[in-house]
């Protein structure tokens, strides 16, 4: 803490106020001296400034020392030195008596009992716990304050080393024959114990309030007076929360307090969390406000948005997290209003329909349509990973999950299935759609209720209390649901996987080319050398083909034809046992086309410079050749047929004018199951033979019991052309 480089070489020590000055002199045998009061002012012992605060001291020291010409230099030295969090004055330290716990003496078994804890993240509990706990310092568990547990430590006034430690209300009672009906400070301190003549009062200092933390798990239930049972039942705990900063707080008092008491951990599992800071990265503060009004976030956002906002971020990894409103926005957008919009989709069609849950006759799973078994087998899968990810503590990996099953039950089983509920005539399959959407949300519920426990139960009053009144009152006293392994199928899901994918390239490629996903195209073709992920194409096909617009889906094995592609060594990979032909590699890989990474693909290696080459150590790349419309993701490139022909652009039109129409609906306020009588007419003869092409598939889509050519009174532009329309309801 000094070098030899700077001023005198002689460094003054002051044993009585400094850890190191403390530790040096005593190993030197030089005792303290401490002329300083409780209030860190100068008692008789330095008769000229008693009373003094040390700090106030200062100038009156200096100038006698300049007075008395023993003063050599005088400076103003800046440097970091401690102050008062809640005052801001500055703050001394100082050697007083202190009670502690000889940790030394424990620290061997609590080592070997913290590999018994499972920790996440597990490297908190591996190093930085792990490390404090094997150098940890012996213990001071007393403070010199007002409040708090008072020691229970009598001391005899003539001999201080003649010691009684209580152990209960009623020994002190027995022992000093007063009746203790309060256990503070005030009370306490009054209470004078005699024994074999000799008088012992209590030692003044009350307990450290980590010391009270750490026997938590007994005091709250008054044990070992009572409640005994139920202690050895719950202990120790399941499973324990708190931050990171604990690491020197509760999760070490826990662990002293337990290897002492009983030689065992005070937890079996513990979820560390990180801090939550403000958006600009700085510590959270009263004083400054840089957080928004809880108040305003809940109102704004909701109690289950900040729940799962917090679950899914870097916090429950024992990270620091800035906190974002853009965040707990994101959440409401990709997880709240899809969930909420996906129980308005059913309960207003269900109410169309007239389906009961009560009354419907589904068939089993097994005889569904093909979606109804992809989104149950989705949702069993998901029951199996929640479980597995909460039962190793790992929240972390369970938000993104319970999101993208949402973004899978909304824009892939709701969005492609919308017209077996309202459009269908088959009234079987209908059925089933309805029974599994009603399955599937209520059985979500239940799963998302720990981190939504609003918004489920609202879902679960809705749907399941309101028509079964031997039903659970409440989501959350619903048993959790386990997964059906019988029911899950991979092979399925991994196909819709593959179909998403090529949706998502296919919205892609429509927008890079400005082409809105009303005006239908000829053909969409999916390719790839991996026969899996054309079967998976022509599977979904009738699927691909409504949520793309476009008239066929093909398939094509021939990537070559439509994209190039570039090889690239995976260093991570390589390195450890290529090294210095890391180059050489790379110089290979580079002259590689589809016929090299077929080989490596299909599962065999290639030998470069006398190393085994597979799939895992390359880096591939598919680019779409200059002028196609194409676009690739891992496997996966899709081809779109941009060419419009006269049918197409008339088909389009007649599309645009449906929106236009719904709209209209929607603005005039009517039921989703309303009819209604259109009247539209058009100077442009291009649009209006369009329009009188389709006029069946128009009038169907919109519900309308009348479609025809007059005088309309609202004006829409399709596509730059003008048509005017009226509607009313039937």
């Known amino acids: 803490f000094v070098t030899t480089g700077d001023g005198t070489g002689i460094v003054h020590m002051a044993p009585a106020y400094g850890e190191d000055d403390y530790r040096i002199c005593r190993a030197a045998g030089i005792g ?4 300083l009061d409780e209030q860190c002012a100068f008692t008789d012992k330095v008769p000229e400034y008693a009373g003094q605060f040390c700090k106030d001291a200062d100038k009156a020291i200096i100038k006698r020392l300049k007075d008395e010409g023993k003063l050599f230099h005088q400076s103003t030295i800046v440097h970091s030195y401690p102050f008062c969090e809640r005052t801001g004055g500055p703050l001394i330290y100082r050697a007083m008596d202190a009670w502690y716990i000889r940790v030394a003496d424990l620290r061997p078994r609590m080592v070997e009992l913290n590999k ?23 213990w001071n568990i007393s403070r010199n304050r007002f409040w708090g547990s008072c020691l229970p430590i009598w001391i005899n006034v003539a001999d201080p080393t003649d010691q009684i430690c209580v152990g209960s209300v009623a020994e002190l009672e027995k022992l000093s024959g007063a009746t203790i009906t309060d256990l503070h400070k005030h009370f306490l301190d009054k209470v004078e114990i005699k024994r074999d003549g000799k ?13 009270e933390s750490g026997a938590m ?35 070490y008092s826990l662990l002293v307090l337990s290897t002492a008491l ?3 951990p005070a937890f079996r599992n513990v979820v560390v969390n990180g801090m939550i800071l403000a958006e600009d990265g700085a510590k959270m503060s009263k004083s400054k406000k840089n957080y928004p009004d809880p108040a305003v976030v809940l109102d704004q956002f909701g109690a289950d948005a900040l729940r799962a906002y917090l679950i899914d971020s870097p916090v429950v990894r024992a990270e620091p997290m800035r906190f974002s409103e853009k965040g707990l926005s994101e959440i409401v957008r990709t997880v709240v209003l899809p969930y909420w919009n996906a129980l308005s989709f059913f309960t207003t069609y269900a109410s169309v329909d007239n389906w009961d849950p009560r009354t419907a006759k589904p068939r089993p799973v097994g005889q569904c349509h093909v979606l109804d078994r992809w989104i149950v087998s989705l949702m069993q899968s998901l029951i199996r990973d929640v479980h597995r990810e909460m039962e190793g ?48 949300l209520t059985t979500f519920a239940k799963v998302l209720a720990p981190f939504m426990p609003f918004l489920t139960e609202e879902v679960h009053q809705r749907l399941v209390v309101a028509v079964d009144p031997q039903a659970p009152k409440s989501v959350h006293w619903c048993d959790y649901p386990q997964p059906d392994a019988a029911l899950i199928d991979e092979a399925l899901e991994r196909d819709a996987a593959v179909t998403f994918t090529v949706a998502t390239l296919g919205r892609k490629l429509r927008e890079d080319s400005k082409l809105k996903i009303r005006q239908p195209l000829a053909a969409l073709t999916v390719v790839s050398r991996d026969p899996q992920v054309r079967a998976a194409a022509q599977r979904f096909a009738k699927e691909l083909s409504s949520e793309l617009n476009v008239k066929a889906i093909n398939v094509s094995p021939d990537e070559a034809a439509f994209c190039s592609i570039s090889v690239k060594p995976n260093f991570a990979a390589l390195r450890t046992r290529a090294g210095p032909k890391l180059k050489e590699i790379g110089a290979a890989l580079s002259s590689w086309s589809f016929s090299e990474v077929a080989e490596i693909e299909a599962g065999r290696s290639v030998e470069i410079a006398g190393v085994s080459v597979g799939t895992t150590d390359v880096l591939l790349q598919r680019q779409p050749k200059p002028g196609s419309v194409v676009a690739s993701s891992g496997s996966v490139t899709v081809a779109l047929d941009t060419a419009l022909n006269p049918e197409l652009i008339a088909e389009g039109y007649a599309r645009e004018f449906v929106s236009v129409l719904q709209q209209a609906r929607k603005d005039a ?19 209006a033979a369009a329009i009188e092409r389709h006029a069946a598939y128009i009038a169907g889509e919109v519900l309308a019991t009348s479609f025809t050519r007059g005088d309309g009174t609202q004006q829409a532009d399709i596509n730059g052309r003008v048509v005017r329309y009226v509607i009313a309801k039937a």
Do not use: M
């Open 262 to 264: 009983f030689d065992k």
């Open 669 to 687: 306020g009517l039921e989703v199951s309303d009819r209604i009588r259109v009247t539209w007419s058009s100077d442009d003869a291009e649009l």
């Open 32 to 35: 303290i001296v401490d002329p």
């Open 217 to 251: 798990p007994y005091g709250q239930k008054h044990y070992p007076y009572e409640n005994k049972a139920a202690f050895d039942a719950t202990f120790p705990a399941q499973f324990i929360a708190e931050g990171l900063d604990q690491t020197r707080g509760w999760f």
């Open 116 to 138: 018994t804890i499972h920790w996440v993240p597990e490297a908190i509990g591996a190093n930085r716990f792990g490390n404090f706990i094997a150098d940890g310092p012996d």
């Open 393 to 440: 503590y790992r929240l972390y990996n369970v938000v993104p999950r319970l999101d993208a099953f949402i973004n899978e039950l909304t824009n892939g089983y709701v969005r492609w299935n919308r017209a077996r509920f309202w459009k269908s005539e088959d009234k079987q399959d209908q059925c089933d759609a309805y029974a599994t959407l009603y399955q599937v």
């Open 199 to 211: 008088a012992y009062r209590r030692t003044p200092e009350v307990l450290d309030c980590w010391f």
